[in-house]
């Protein structure tokens, strides 16, 4: 995927009463990209582009940064194509283990995250996040709004699978800017041809 690709996606606009935005918190566990700035920490990356504040931060017990556990936020850096999986504090030794910075971090000292003397370019690129449990209620509604990339099949699949109910709180849906009908659907096969879609939610909660 090319940056200056995201521009020909179609580009799908939900507008939702702010409880109503936790419907698509399951895309992002699934995984999401954005656009975003590039050669900067995992700390300014969490703090200035997903717009999480220190209260968020301190929640977030477990990064993995392209496949390593990350201990010191402030040093493992965000590159174009990086993978950022965000998780508060999980049960049992799994979470334990992956927790930055606890006891057990000694465990995987193999595979936890080292910056490499590789050059890392400043600039935009895209990162591709997942975010799980608590902290989907916490990023989720900012991170919609802005706008992410999915698979435009992940799309179908997401919204044939919403109930009546949903459709009839939904205050209005726009494809590429022009509203859709109540209920009314984007065109699947439109959309697969283009194998991407940008999607954005707006949400009281997301505009509070």
């Known amino acids: 995927m090319d940056i200056k690709d995201i521009e020909s996606y179609p580009h799908i606009a939900f507008d939702m009463d702010g409880p109503l935005v936790s419907h698509f918190f399951l895309l992002l566990q699934q995984g999401v990209t954005i656009r975003s700035r590039t050669g900067c920490s995992v700390a300014a990356f969490l703090r200035e582009e997903i717009g999480a504040d220190g ?21 493992a850096v965000i590159k174009d194509g990086s993978v950022l999986a965000l998780s508060a504090a999980m049960p049992g030794l799994v979470g334990a283990t992956l927790r ?51 698979g435009s099949e992940d799309f179908i699949l997401f919204t044939t699978g919403q109930s009546r109910d949903f459709w009839k709180v939904c205050r209005g849906i ?30 009281d909660k997301a505009g509070a």
Do not use: W
Request: charged share 25%; net charge neutral; aromatic share 4%.
């Open 100 to 150: 930055r910075g606890g006891t057990y971090s000694s465990f995987r000292s193999a595979i936890t995250y080292h910056e490499t003397q590789e050059k890392c370019v400043k600039g935009e690129g895209l990162i591709q996040i997942k975010i799980f449990n608590l902290l989907m209620a916490e990023l989720g509604p900012g991170l919609l709004k802005k706008g992410v990339v999915i």
């Open 55 to 75: 209260e968020t931060i301190g929640k977030i017990q477990s990064v993995i940064l392209d496949g390593s556990p990350v201990d010191d936020l402030e040093s």
């Open 174 to 203: 726009t494809l590429d800017g022009k509203p859709l009908g109540a209920g009314e659907l984007p065109d699947s096969a439109r959309l697969s041809g283009k194998g991407q879609v940008f999607l954005s939610v707006s949400s």
